[in-house]
């Protein structure tokens, strides 16, 4: 039998079981504490405290802070966008590749079809480049040629008999946007020469100019008139007082007008203005031009030398001919005699007139005459029977037909790239990284270098050869990063973003001290965006024409025929920069040989003139070519000019699907 509950020993010791029970529940709420199980919103916890304990030491952002950043985040991404783009429409005309080429590549990891067909086919469309370029050039030199002067793809290695490259092995997508980059800035930097030729060959039309200050000369007021117009104007000054006053009280009521009222009105007077200011200048225009045709269609032009004020006339038979009245004045800034004579041959200077200065043909004018002294004039003789195919009642421009000794710019003696100067010698070279080139060429065999040829040297090797002297910039360094298969060096770059890359590049040429400023203008306007880093400039006696010759750093010549050149004109669209008018010219530009072809000797003696045996590579041609009929007076120098060009990646850049697609 169970015993029973004594309840009065309960009563008594009540305290000490409660007590016991409260110590029970307390340690299992204990362990409950310490072992919690999950807990919701323990996640949530815990994420709120690691984020916490991140931002300790910060200063968090509120949405509402962050908000107007995010705008102008936006605003500048934008803004980028825009000056990307338009510095990519500036140089998108330079990036051509060659004409024969199937397929033209977009982007750098742009997949080629029918691989490595097409690579291999690469190797002859790219030494179809050249062609031509020298002929581009005319007047002025190219030391070494068009190798020593672009040095093409493999132009010093023993690939230069073929190719210049690899024959063994399909070039990699990165050796051939090397090579190509190479040559659109040594093509862009021909440019800048040619532009430079062009600012003294193009003339500049002036004939509103120097018409329109005749013009007010001739309609100047006699001083009748002036006493006339001082009265006029002393009354409308007393009638401006008594209107000031008037509009003085009416100021509190246009005080009363709306700021989109007075805005309209402000507007509309300014257009007003406007409209009145062209108004003017159409009748000046056309005082001008009824000037210019009671004058014989009169035409001014100038360039850096020479004014010609053309005149024409009717002939007897009814062609219109250059006028008696025309006049040609020395402008020349150095104020130096100049000669009407070619100092090539005993004929006068030579002047192309077109309707179309970036196309063949026009109308020669012969001027010739007696040395003009500085700031004179003399007159133009025309012995031609007519100026056909020009009509003198169009528009017109003016070409000089420029020989070397006229030239602003004589010779191109290097161009390099890469090239540091002082200034940027302490920044390494770095190269441009595409993920996708590297699929191109497996893994490079121990003997690749001897077997490849050896790595080479030049702008795409190590040292450049052919480079400025010590004296001038500090020089490629001999290390580098180069290909497996041609041996091109990686590292030509400053910096590399995802907008553009920056080369440093190096050109050294043969100048007429008074042409400095307009080389270093080319060079400021070119579409490669080069910024000047160090300038030098060297005085250099005794440079005559046709001196040139490459050599190597150990005095002896090198053998630049290895690398043949295709015969013909230059491949692809023309170079960037093209335009019409003064300053600029497209395709091939005009050049003396081209219009020099007079039937018989001039007043010169008859060994030295242009048709002569010497002129045609006969006995003694040599010594004709290296003299001068007419004494070359320029002061040449030695120009030595160091910059970064700025290349730009394709706007806009590839999207990210499409690289997911690939």
Same mark, same amino acid.
Request: glycine share 8%.
């Given at each position: 039998?169970?015993?029973?509950?004594?309840?009065?020993?309960?009563?008594?010791?009540?305290?000490?079981?409660?007590?016991?029970?409260?110590?029970?529940?307390?340690?299992?709420?204990?362990?409950?504490?310490?072992?919690?199980?999950?807990?919701?919103?323990?996640?949530?916890?815990?994420?709120?405290?690691?984020?916490?304990?991140?931002?300790?030491?910060?200063?968090?952002?509120?949405?509402?802070?962050?908000?107007?950043?995010?705008?102008?985040?936006?605003?500048?991404?934008?803004?980028?966008?825009?000056?990307?783009?338009?510095?990519?429409?500036?140089?998108?005309?330079?990036?051509?590749?060659?004409?024969?080429?199937?397929?033209?590549?977009?982007?750098?990891?742009?997949?080629?079809?029918?691989?490595? &067909?097409?690579?291999?086919?690469?190797?002859?469309?790219?030494?179809?480049?050249?062609?031509?370029?020298?002929?581009?050039?005319?007047?002025?030199?190219?030391?070494?040629?068009?190798?020593?002067?672009?040095?093409?793809?493999?132009?010093?290695?023993?690939?230069?008999?073929?190719?210049?490259?690899?024959?063994?092995?399909?070039?990699?997508?990165?050796?051939?946007?090397?090579?190509?980059?190479?040559?659109?800035?040594?093509?862009?930097?021909?440019?800048?020469?040619?532009?430079?030729?062009?600012?003294?060959?193009?003339?500049?039309?002036?004939?509103?100019?120097?018409?329109?200050?005749?013009?007010?000369?001739?309609?100047?007021?006699?001083?009748?008139?002036?006493?006339?117009?001082?009265?006029?104007?002393?009354?409308?000054?007393?009638?401006?007082?008594?209107?000031?006053?008037?509009?003085?009280?009416?100021?509190?009521?246009?005080?009363?007008?709306?700021?989109?009222?007075?805005?309209?009105?402000?507007?509309?007077?300014?257009?007003?203005?406007?409209?009145?200011?062209?108004?003017?200048?159409?009748?000046?225009?056309?005082?001008?031009?009824?000037?210019?045709?009671?004058?014989?269609?009169?035409?001014?032009?100038?360039?850096?030398?020479?004014?010609?004020?053309?005149?024409?006339?009717?002939?007897?038979?009814?062609?219109?001919?250059?006028?008696?009245?025309?006049?040609?004045?020395?402008?020349?800034?150095?104020?130096?005699?100049?000669?009407?004579?070619?100092?090539?041959?005993?004929?006068?200077?030579?002047?192309?007139?077109?309707?179309?200065?970036?196309?063949?043909?026009?109308?020669?004018?012969?001027?010739?005459?007696?040395?003009?002294?500085?700031?004179?004039?003399?007159?133009?003789?025309?012995?031609?029977?007519?100026?056909?195919?020009?009509?003198?009642? &169009?528009?017109?421009?003016?070409?000089?037909?420029?020989?070397?000794?006229?030239?602003?710019?004589?010779?191109?003696?290097?161009?390099?790239?890469?090239?540091?100067?002082?200034?940027?010698?302490?920044?390494?070279?770095?190269?441009?990284?595409?993920?996708?080139?590297?699929?191109?060429?497996?893994?490079?065999?121990?003997?690749?270098?001897?077997?490849?040829?050896?790595?080479?040297?030049?702008?795409?090797?190590?040292?450049?050869?052919?480079?400025?002297?010590?004296?001038?910039?500090?020089?490629?360094?001999?290390?580098?990063?180069?290909?497996?298969?041609?041996?091109?060096?990686?590292?030509?770059?400053?910096?590399?973003?995802?907008?553009?890359?920056?080369?440093?590049?190096?050109?050294?040429?043969?100048?007429?001290?008074?042409?400095?400023?307009?080389?270093?203008?080319?060079?400021?306007?070119?579409?490669?965006?080069?910024?000047?880093?160090?300038?030098?400039?060297?005085?250099?006696?005794?440079?005559? &024409?046709?001196?040139?010759?490459?050599?190597?750093?150990?005095?002896?010549?090198?053998?630049?025929?290895?690398?043949?050149?295709?015969?013909?004109?230059?491949?692809?669209?023309?170079?960037?920069?093209?335009?019409?008018?003064?300053?600029?010219?497209?395709?091939?530009?005009?050049?003396?040989?081209?219009?020099?072809?007079?039937?018989?000797?001039?007043?010169?003696?008859?060994?030295?003139?242009?048709?002569?045996?010497?002129?045609?590579?006969?006995?003694?041609?040599?010594?004709?070519?290296?003299?001068?009929?007419?004494?070359?007076?320029?002061?040449?120098?030695?120009?030595?000019?160091?910059?970064?060009?700025?290349?730009?990646?394709?706007?806009?850049?590839?999207?990210?699907?499409?690289?997911?697609?690939?």
């Amino acid at each position: 039998m169970a015993n029973k509950i004594d309840k009065e020993a309960l009563k008594k010791n009540a305290f000490w079981i409660g007590l016991g029970g409260f110590v029970l529940l307390w340690f299992i709420a204990a362990l409950m504490l310490i072992i919690p199980g999950d807990v919701p919103g323990k996640k949530e916890v815990e994420k709120q405290e690691k984020q916490m304990k991140s931002l300790q030491g910060k200063t968090p952002k509120s949405a509402k802070y962050q908000e107007p950043w995010n705008e102008h985040k936006a605003m500048f991404t934008a803004k980028k966008d825009e000056v990307w783009a338009k510095a990519w429409d500036a140089q998108k005309d330079m990036y051509v590749w060659p004409e024969q080429m199937s397929f033209v590549p977009q982007y750098p990891d742009d997949p080629w079809p029918q691989e490595p &067909r097409n690579r291999e086919a690469f190797r002859e469309d790219y030494k179809k480049q050249f062609a031509g370029l020298e002929a581009y050039m005319t007047p002025v030199e190219m030391s070494g040629g068009v190798v020593g002067v672009m040095q093409p793809q493999g132009w010093n290695t023993s690939y230069a008999k073929g190719t210049g490259w690899n024959p063994s092995r399909a070039p990699t997508r990165e050796e051939i946007w090397l090579a190509q980059e190479d040559f659109w800035v040594r093509r862009q930097l021909l440019e800048v020469v040619r532009d430079a030729v062009n600012t003294v060959a193009f003339f500049r039309d002036v004939t509103d100019e120097v018409l329109g200050k005749e013009l007010d000369a001739t309609e100047k007021p006699d001083k009748e008139d002036e006493k006339a117009k001082d009265k006029d104007d002393k009354a409308k000054t007393d009638e401006k007082d008594k209107d000031a006053a008037k509009a003085k009280d009416k100021d509190d009521k246009d005080a009363e007008k709306d700021e989109e009222t007075k805005k309209k009105e402000e507007e509309a007077r300014k257009k007003a203005e406007e409209e009145k200011k062209k108004e003017e200048l159409a009748k000046r225009k056309k005082r001008i031009q009824e000037l210019s045709a009671k004058s014989g269609h009169r035409r001014v032009f100038r360039n850096a030398n020479w004014e010609l004020d053309l005149r024409f006339k009717k002939s007897e038979a009814g062609k219109w001919v250059v006028s008696p009245e025309s006049t040609i004045k020395n402008v020349n800034a150095t104020e130096q005699t100049q000669a009407l004579a070619n100092p090539r041959n005993s004929q006068g200077l030579g002047f192309r007139l077109s309707h179309n200065l970036q196309e063949k043909g026009g109308f020669l004018l012969m001027v010739e005459g007696q040395p003009v002294a500085p700031g004179k004039t003399a007159p133009i003789v025309s012995k031609a029977s007519s100026i056909d195919p020009l009509s003198p009642d &169009r528009p017109f421009g003016v070409e000089q037909l420029l020989e070397w000794e006229m030239s602003p710019v004589r010779r191109i003696e290097a161009i390099e790239v890469p090239y540091h100067s002082h200034r940027t010698a302490i920044v390494p070279l770095v190269a441009r990284k595409i993920k996708a080139w590297e699929d191109d060429d497996p893994a490079p065999k121990a003997e690749e270098g001897s077997k490849d040829g050896g790595q080479p040297s030049g702008p795409q090797g190590g040292t450049p050869t052919k480079g400025m002297d010590n004296k001038d910039g500090k020089g490629e360094a001999a290390a580098g990063d180069f290909t497996t298969i041609n041996k091109i060096n990686r590292l030509r770059y400053l910096t590399v973003k995802e907008q553009s890359r920056h080369l440093p590049i190096a050109m050294k040429l043969i100048v007429d001290q008074a042409h400095i400023h307009d080389v270093l203008a080319a060079v400021t306007n070119s579409p490669l965006r080069i910024q000047i880093t160090q300038v030098s400039v060297y005085h250099a006696p005794q440079v005559p &024409r046709g001196s040139v010759g490459p050599s190597s750093k150990d005095g002896k010549d090198r053998k630049f025929d290895d690398y043949r050149i295709p015969s013909g004109g230059p491949s692809g669209p023309p170079i960037v920069g093209k335009g019409g008018g003064s300053g600029s010219s497209a395709g091939i530009p005009s050049r003396p040989s081209d219009y020099y072809k007079p039937s018989g000797p001039g007043p010169g003696p008859k060994d030295k003139g242009p048709m002569s045996d010497k002129d045609k590579g006969g006995k003694g041609a040599e010594e004709t070519e290296m003299k001068s009929i007419v004494q070359d007076q320029a002061q040449l120098v030695e120009l030595t000019i160091y910059g970064i060009a700025t290349l730009y990646e394709r706007f806009p850049p590839r999207k990210p699907k499409e690289e997911a697609a690939k």
